[in-house]
Protein backbone atom coordinates (compact mmCIF):
# COMPACT_ATOMS: atom_id res chain seq x y z
CA UNK A 1 0.00 0.00 0.00
CA UNK A 2 2.89 2.23 0.81
CA UNK A 3 4.41 1.65 -2.14
CA UNK A 4 1.42 2.53 -4.72
CA UNK A 5 0.93 5.52 -2.50
CA UNK A 6 5.08 6.48 -3.26
CA UNK A 7 4.28 5.68 -6.58
CA UNK A 8 0.94 8.11 -7.22
CA UNK A 9 3.57 10.65 -5.40
CA UNK A 10 6.05 10.94 -7.40
CA UNK A 11 3.85 10.57 -11.01
CA UNK A 12 2.57 13.91 -9.19
CA UNK A 13 5.43 15.36 -9.00
CA UNK A 14 7.17 14.59 -12.63
CA UNK A 15 3.53 16.17 -13.64
CA UNK A 16 3.59 19.38 -11.80
CA UNK A 17 7.15 19.66 -13.01
CA UNK A 18 6.63 19.20 -16.86
CA UNK A 19 3.80 21.84 -16.13
CA UNK A 20 5.50 24.19 -14.56
CA UNK A 21 8.66 23.97 -17.26
CA UNK A 22 5.88 24.44 -20.43
CA UNK A 23 5.63 28.44 -19.84
CA UNK A 24 9.64 28.81 -20.24
CA UNK A 25 10.14 25.90 -22.89
CA UNK A 26 7.44 28.40 -24.99
CA UNK A 27 8.91 31.19 -23.80
CA UNK A 28 12.11 30.11 -25.85
CA UNK A 29 10.49 29.00 -28.83
CA UNK A 30 10.69 31.57 -31.44
CA UNK A 31 7.40 32.83 -33.43
CA UNK A 32 6.86 32.13 -36.97
CA UNK A 33 6.29 35.28 -38.74
CA UNK A 34 6.74 36.47 -42.48
CA UNK A 35 8.56 39.89 -43.36
CA UNK A 36 9.20 42.20 -46.37
CA UNK A 37 12.07 44.79 -47.30
CA UNK A 38 11.05 47.91 -47.37
CA UNK A 39 11.29 49.58 -50.42
CA UNK A 40 11.78 52.51 -52.77
CA UNK A 41 9.23 53.06 -55.57
CA UNK A 42 7.85 55.42 -57.90
CA UNK A 43 4.20 56.94 -56.84
CA UNK A 44 2.25 59.56 -56.99
CA UNK A 45 0.09 61.61 -55.16
CA UNK A 46 -3.10 60.67 -55.66
CA UNK A 47 -6.44 63.15 -54.38
CA UNK A 48 -9.84 61.26 -54.57
CA UNK A 49 -13.12 63.01 -54.09
CA UNK A 50 -17.31 62.76 -55.08
CA UNK A 51 -18.22 65.52 -57.81
CA UNK A 52 -21.50 66.21 -59.84
CA UNK A 53 -21.68 66.55 -63.60
CA UNK A 54 -23.10 69.20 -65.04
CA UNK A 55 -23.55 70.48 -68.44
CA UNK A 56 -21.22 72.86 -70.62
CA UNK A 57 -24.39 74.87 -71.60
CA UNK A 58 -27.50 74.86 -70.44
CA UNK A 59 -30.90 76.85 -71.41
CA UNK A 60 -34.79 76.47 -70.32
CA UNK A 61 -36.86 77.55 -73.07
CA UNK A 62 -39.62 79.69 -72.87
CA UNK A 63 -41.57 82.02 -73.91
CA UNK A 64 -41.18 86.46 -73.46
CA UNK A 65 -45.13 86.73 -74.60
CA UNK A 66 -48.73 85.65 -74.26
CA UNK A 67 -49.40 83.53 -76.90
CA UNK A 68 -50.70 80.33 -78.33
CA UNK A 69 -48.32 77.26 -79.84
CA UNK A 70 -49.61 77.03 -83.18
CA UNK A 71 -46.44 74.26 -83.97
CA UNK A 72 -43.93 72.20 -81.63
CA UNK A 73 -41.13 70.77 -84.68
CA UNK A 74 -39.08 68.68 -81.50
CA UNK A 75 -39.61 65.08 -79.77
CA UNK A 76 -38.14 64.16 -76.41
CA UNK A 77 -34.85 63.40 -76.63
CA UNK A 78 -34.10 64.89 -79.65
CA UNK A 79 -31.26 66.95 -80.77
CA UNK A 80 -30.74 69.84 -82.31
CA UNK A 81 -28.80 72.58 -84.11
CA UNK A 82 -28.48 76.06 -83.32
CA UNK A 83 -31.27 78.31 -84.92
CA UNK A 84 -33.20 75.11 -85.37
CA UNK A 85 -36.77 76.62 -84.98
CA UNK A 86 -38.93 74.16 -81.70
CA UNK A 87 -41.97 76.45 -80.97
CA UNK A 88 -44.01 78.41 -83.31
CA UNK A 89 -46.73 80.54 -81.81
CA UNK A 90 -49.89 82.16 -83.93
CA UNK A 91 -48.93 85.03 -85.54
CA UNK A 92 -51.45 85.39 -88.21
CA UNK A 93 -51.95 89.00 -87.34
CA UNK A 94 -48.17 89.56 -87.43
CA UNK A 95 -48.25 88.52 -90.90
CA UNK A 96 -50.70 90.52 -91.99
CA UNK A 97 -48.45 93.26 -90.59
CA UNK A 98 -45.37 92.33 -92.34
CA UNK A 99 -47.14 92.45 -95.95
CA UNK A 100 -48.04 95.86 -94.92
CA UNK A 101 -44.91 96.63 -94.11
CA UNK A 102 -43.41 95.63 -97.03
CA UNK A 103 -46.03 97.09 -98.85
CA UNK A 104 -45.01 100.55 -97.33
CA UNK A 105 -41.29 100.39 -97.55
CA UNK A 106 -41.78 99.92 -101.26
CA UNK A 107 -43.99 102.65 -101.70
CA UNK A 108 -41.90 104.96 -99.73
CA UNK A 109 -38.61 103.74 -102.03
CA UNK A 110 -40.58 104.66 -105.01
CA UNK A 111 -41.42 107.95 -103.49
CA UNK A 112 -37.74 108.13 -102.94
CA UNK A 113 -36.66 107.90 -106.55
CA UNK A 114 -39.09 109.99 -107.70
CA UNK A 115 -37.95 113.08 -105.28
CA UNK A 116 -34.46 112.43 -106.55
CA UNK A 117 -34.91 112.85 -110.24
CA UNK A 118 -37.48 115.70 -109.33
CA UNK A 119 -34.67 117.21 -107.37
CA UNK A 120 -32.19 116.74 -109.98
CA UNK A 121 -34.78 118.65 -112.46
CA UNK A 122 -35.40 121.10 -110.14
CA UNK A 123 -38.64 120.46 -109.96
CA UNK A 124 -39.13 119.93 -106.20
CA UNK A 125 -36.87 121.62 -103.42
CA UNK A 126 -34.31 119.67 -101.56
CA UNK A 127 -36.99 119.70 -98.52
CA UNK A 128 -39.38 117.54 -100.35
CA UNK A 129 -36.46 115.23 -100.75
CA UNK A 130 -35.50 115.09 -97.23
CA UNK A 131 -39.10 114.45 -96.01
CA UNK A 132 -39.22 110.97 -98.80
CA UNK A 133 -35.44 109.95 -97.12
CA UNK A 134 -37.08 110.12 -93.84
CA UNK A 135 -39.99 108.10 -94.94
CA UNK A 136 -38.23 105.42 -96.26
CA UNK A 137 -36.22 105.11 -93.33
CA UNK A 138 -39.52 104.97 -91.01
CA UNK A 139 -40.70 102.28 -93.44
CA UNK A 140 -37.71 100.00 -93.06
CA UNK A 141 -37.63 100.82 -89.23
CA UNK A 142 -41.38 99.55 -89.40
CA UNK A 143 -40.34 96.28 -90.91
CA UNK A 144 -37.79 95.35 -89.05
CA UNK A 145 -40.15 95.85 -85.85
CA UNK A 146 -42.56 93.42 -87.46
CA UNK A 147 -40.02 90.78 -88.44
CA UNK A 148 -38.92 91.14 -84.49
CA UNK A 149 -42.32 90.73 -83.68
CA UNK A 150 -42.47 87.70 -85.72
CA UNK A 151 -39.20 86.11 -84.66
CA UNK A 152 -40.27 86.50 -80.94
CA UNK A 153 -42.78 84.16 -82.12
CA UNK A 154 -40.44 81.25 -82.99
CA UNK A 155 -38.23 80.18 -80.18
CA UNK A 156 -35.28 78.62 -81.15
CA UNK A 157 -32.10 76.40 -79.95
CA UNK A 158 -29.68 78.74 -79.07
CA UNK A 159 -26.59 76.07 -79.67
CA UNK A 160 -26.46 72.59 -80.83
CA UNK A 161 -28.09 70.18 -77.66
CA UNK A 162 -29.96 67.85 -76.50
CA UNK A 163 -33.77 68.49 -75.67
CA UNK A 164 -34.89 67.33 -72.37
CA UNK A 165 -39.21 66.31 -71.85
CA UNK A 166 -41.36 68.29 -74.07
CA UNK A 167 -43.63 70.06 -71.20
CA UNK A 168 -46.38 71.85 -73.44
CA UNK A 169 -48.57 70.81 -76.80
CA UNK A 170 -50.11 72.43 -79.46
CA UNK A 171 -52.77 75.02 -78.39
CA UNK A 172 -51.30 75.81 -74.87
CA UNK A 173 -51.37 79.42 -74.22
CA UNK A 174 -47.69 80.44 -73.19
CA UNK A 175 -47.21 83.13 -70.79
CA UNK A 176 -43.87 85.01 -70.22
CA UNK A 177 -41.76 82.91 -68.35
CA UNK A 178 -43.14 79.65 -68.70
CA UNK A 179 -40.76 76.74 -69.48
CA UNK A 180 -41.04 74.46 -72.93
CA UNK A 181 -38.58 72.67 -72.10
CA UNK A 182 -34.85 72.46 -71.29
CA UNK A 183 -31.45 71.91 -73.52
CA UNK A 184 -28.40 70.90 -72.60
CA UNK A 185 -24.96 70.91 -74.24
CA UNK A 186 -23.34 67.76 -73.69
CA UNK A 187 -20.27 67.62 -75.96
CA UNK A 188 -18.83 68.15 -73.06
CA UNK A 189 -19.07 67.90 -69.51
CA UNK A 190 -18.65 70.09 -66.20
CA UNK A 191 -17.28 67.59 -63.43
CA UNK A 192 -17.06 70.13 -59.38
CA UNK A 193 -15.63 68.34 -56.62
CA UNK A 194 -14.05 69.70 -53.76
CA UNK A 195 -10.96 69.29 -52.61
CA UNK A 196 -9.31 69.73 -49.19
CA UNK A 197 -7.24 73.56 -48.61
CA UNK A 198 -4.00 71.58 -47.65
CA UNK A 199 -4.27 69.88 -51.09
CA UNK A 200 -4.30 73.25 -52.70
CA UNK A 201 -1.03 73.11 -53.73
CA UNK A 202 -1.00 69.82 -55.77
CA UNK A 203 -3.64 71.05 -58.24
CA UNK A 204 -3.88 73.06 -61.23
CA UNK A 205 -5.71 74.01 -64.43
CA UNK A 206 -4.47 71.49 -66.94
CA UNK A 207 -4.10 68.55 -64.84
CA UNK A 208 -6.17 64.94 -65.51
CA UNK A 209 -8.51 63.65 -63.73
CA UNK A 210 -10.02 60.20 -64.04
CA UNK A 211 -13.43 59.70 -63.27
CA UNK A 212 -15.96 56.74 -63.19
CA UNK A 213 -19.72 56.47 -62.29
CA UNK A 214 -21.40 53.58 -60.68
CA UNK A 215 -24.07 53.15 -63.71
CA UNK A 216 -21.13 52.46 -66.21
CA UNK A 217 -18.76 50.41 -64.10
CA UNK A 218 -16.55 49.21 -67.02
CA UNK A 219 -15.97 52.69 -68.53
CA UNK A 220 -13.66 55.56 -67.51
CA UNK A 221 -13.69 59.02 -68.05
CA UNK A 222 -10.96 61.16 -68.48
CA UNK A 223 -10.78 64.91 -68.47
CA UNK A 224 -8.54 67.78 -67.38
CA UNK A 225 -8.94 70.79 -64.53
CA UNK A 226 -10.16 73.92 -66.46
CA UNK A 227 -10.73 76.58 -63.36
CA UNK A 228 -10.48 76.09 -59.17
CA UNK A 229 -12.64 78.61 -57.51
CA UNK A 230 -11.56 81.76 -56.21
CA UNK A 231 -12.09 81.68 -52.65
CA UNK A 232 -11.91 78.43 -50.19
CA UNK A 233 -15.25 77.50 -48.77
CA UNK A 234 -14.65 78.65 -44.80
CA UNK A 235 -16.97 75.88 -43.27
CA UNK A 236 -15.45 72.98 -44.92
CA UNK A 237 -12.00 74.51 -45.68
CA UNK A 238 -12.41 73.24 -49.14
CA UNK A 239 -11.76 74.72 -52.29
CA UNK A 240 -14.61 73.69 -55.41
CA UNK A 241 -12.81 72.32 -58.51
CA UNK A 242 -14.33 71.98 -62.02
CA UNK A 243 -13.03 69.93 -64.94
CA UNK A 244 -14.08 68.97 -68.47
CA UNK A 245 -14.59 65.81 -69.75
CA UNK A 246 -15.41 65.00 -72.96
CA UNK A 247 -18.56 63.02 -73.91
CA UNK A 248 -18.78 62.16 -77.58
CA UNK A 249 -20.84 59.21 -76.82
CA UNK A 250 -23.57 60.81 -74.44
CA UNK A 251 -23.24 58.49 -71.98
CA UNK A 252 -22.64 61.50 -69.14
CA UNK A 253 -25.95 62.79 -67.82
CA UNK A 254 -26.31 66.30 -65.97
CA UNK A 255 -26.60 65.83 -62.52
CA UNK A 256 -24.56 62.12 -62.27
CA UNK A 257 -22.09 61.44 -58.99
CA UNK A 258 -18.94 60.69 -60.46
CA UNK A 259 -15.66 59.47 -58.39
CA UNK A 260 -12.75 61.67 -58.95
CA UNK A 261 -8.67 61.07 -59.04
CA UNK A 262 -6.29 63.03 -59.66
CA UNK A 263 -2.91 62.09 -59.92
CA UNK A 264 -0.11 64.60 -59.18
CA UNK A 265 4.06 64.54 -60.52
CA UNK A 266 5.35 61.02 -59.89
CA UNK A 267 8.31 60.82 -57.21
CA UNK A 268 10.32 58.03 -55.41
CA UNK A 269 9.04 57.21 -52.04
CA UNK A 270 9.44 53.94 -49.28
CA UNK A 271 6.61 51.60 -49.44
CA UNK A 272 5.84 48.90 -47.32
CA UNK A 273 2.35 46.60 -47.26
CA UNK A 274 -0.70 48.22 -45.24
CA UNK A 275 -1.08 44.69 -43.57
CA UNK A 276 2.53 45.76 -41.51
CA UNK A 277 0.86 48.50 -39.28
CA UNK A 278 0.03 48.63 -36.22
CA UNK A 279 -2.21 51.53 -35.15
CA UNK A 280 -2.21 52.93 -31.93
CA UNK A 281 -5.15 55.91 -31.39
CA UNK A 282 -3.90 58.51 -34.32
CA UNK A 283 0.08 56.66 -34.16
CA UNK A 284 0.98 54.12 -36.89
CA UNK A 285 3.92 51.46 -35.81
CA UNK A 286 5.31 48.45 -37.42
CA UNK A 287 7.26 45.59 -36.44
CA UNK A 288 11.10 44.98 -37.53
CA UNK A 289 12.89 42.27 -37.63
CA UNK A 290 16.58 43.16 -35.75
CA UNK A 291 19.66 41.12 -34.63
CA UNK A 292 20.55 41.17 -31.15
CA UNK A 293 23.17 38.63 -29.12
CA UNK A 294 23.03 36.71 -32.71
CA UNK A 295 19.52 36.44 -32.38
CA UNK A 296 16.59 37.26 -34.38
CA UNK A 297 14.38 39.34 -32.44
CA UNK A 298 11.46 41.33 -33.22
CA UNK A 299 11.39 45.55 -32.80
CA UNK A 300 8.67 47.79 -32.35
CA UNK A 301 9.18 51.82 -34.31
CA UNK A 302 7.02 54.27 -34.89
CA UNK A 303 6.43 55.88 -38.74
CA UNK A 304 5.19 58.79 -39.99
CA UNK A 305 2.71 57.60 -43.19
CA UNK A 306 1.84 59.60 -46.44
CA UNK A 307 0.09 58.53 -49.74
CA UNK A 308 -1.77 55.06 -49.91
CA UNK A 309 -2.02 52.83 -53.41
CA UNK A 310 -2.58 49.83 -54.19
CA UNK A 311 -2.13 47.68 -51.10
CA UNK A 312 0.88 49.89 -50.45
CA UNK A 313 1.33 52.67 -47.86
CA UNK A 314 4.39 55.26 -48.35
CA UNK A 315 6.42 55.77 -45.28
CA UNK A 316 7.99 59.42 -44.19
CA UNK A 317 9.83 59.03 -41.64
CA UNK A 318 10.73 56.15 -39.48
CA UNK A 319 12.33 53.33 -41.76
CA UNK A 320 15.24 53.20 -44.24
CA UNK A 321 15.45 51.15 -47.10
CA UNK A 322 15.59 47.21 -47.07
CA UNK A 323 15.03 46.86 -43.83
CA UNK A 324 12.40 44.15 -42.74
CA UNK A 325 9.08 45.11 -41.41
CA UNK A 326 6.50 41.89 -40.36
CA UNK A 327 3.55 41.53 -41.74
CA UNK A 328 2.59 38.36 -40.72
CA UNK A 329 2.20 37.89 -37.27
CA UNK A 330 3.03 41.38 -35.94
CA UNK A 331 0.15 41.40 -33.88
CA UNK A 332 1.17 38.40 -31.82
CA UNK A 333 4.62 39.59 -31.41
CA UNK A 334 6.50 41.91 -28.60
CA UNK A 335 9.86 44.05 -28.45
CA UNK A 336 13.04 42.08 -28.36
CA UNK A 337 10.85 38.62 -28.31
CA UNK A 338 12.55 35.65 -30.52
CA UNK A 339 11.38 35.53 -34.00
CA UNK A 340 11.83 33.09 -37.17
CA UNK A 341 11.02 34.36 -40.35
CA UNK A 342 9.54 32.37 -43.05
CA UNK A 343 10.01 32.80 -46.86
CA UNK A 344 7.67 36.15 -47.69
CA UNK A 345 4.73 36.30 -49.75
CA UNK A 346 4.51 37.72 -52.69
CA UNK A 347 4.90 41.42 -53.02
CA UNK A 348 2.80 43.49 -54.96
CA UNK A 349 4.52 45.46 -57.98
Not at 62 to 90: H, M, P, Y
Not at 233 to 250: F, H, K, S
Not at 304 to 321: H, Q
Amino acid sequence: MMKLIRTAQWIASCALACTLSLPAMAQQAPMQVSAEPVREIRIASRIEALGTLHANETAVLAATLTETISQINFTDGQRVKAGDVLVALSNREQLAQLDEARTDLVDAERQLERARQLVASRYVSDQELDDRTRAHKVAIARLRAVEARLADRLIRAPFDSVVGLREVSVGTLLTPGMPVATLHDDSVMKLDFTVPELRLAQIQPGQRVIASSRAYPEEIFEGKISVLDNEVDPVTRAIRVRALIPNPDGLLRPGMLMSVMIEGDQRQALVIPEGALLPLGKQQFVMLVTERDGETVAGRVEVVLGERTAGLVEVLEGLSKDQQVITHGNFRVSPGQLIQVQQPEEVLP
